[in-house]
């Protein structure tokens, strides 16, 4: 029972990619989704949040007008549209499903996947 991220990749700098989150074994129809990334010797940090019915969308400011979350709830997935990408952007992609909390926090979130790694060159 978890959510699996994929779609990461190598991507020259302003390049475009995206992510999916699918569900297995669970659905999160219900429930918030939030991506995570995480960067070679740092902590995991906040990307953006989807409210149940995606009406809702909250980013980080680094990624804002760069970066779209959407869902299709029909699939059980999430989407993570990442465009002009920057190597700063490198790292290792993860989703969650959203519980009670701060949406930054990593304990607001539950069934964490492997995620997916994307690596921006300059």
């Known amino acids: 029972v978890q959510l699996q991220a994929s779609g990461g990749g190598l991507v020259q700098a302003g390049g475009s990619l995206r992510l999916s989150c699918a569900a297995s074994g669970l659905t999160f129809n219900n429930y918030a989704v939030g991506w995570f990334r995480q960067a070679p010797g740092k902590e995991r940090e906040f990307v953006a949040r989807i409210s149940p019915s995606g009406g809702n969308v909250y980013s980080t400011d680094s990624v804002k007008g760069r970066f779209t979350v959407s869902r299709d709830n029909a699939k059980n997935t999430v989407y993570l549209q990442m465009n002009k990408l920057k190597p700063e952007d490198t790292g290792v992609y993860y989703c969650?499903?959203?519980?009670?909390?701060?949406?930054?926090?990593?304990?607001?979130?539950?069934?964490w996947g492997q995620g997916t790694q994307v690596t921006v060159s300059s």
């Open positions: 969650a499903r959203g519980r009670s909390g701060s949406i930054f926090s990593l304990d607001s979130y539950s069934y």
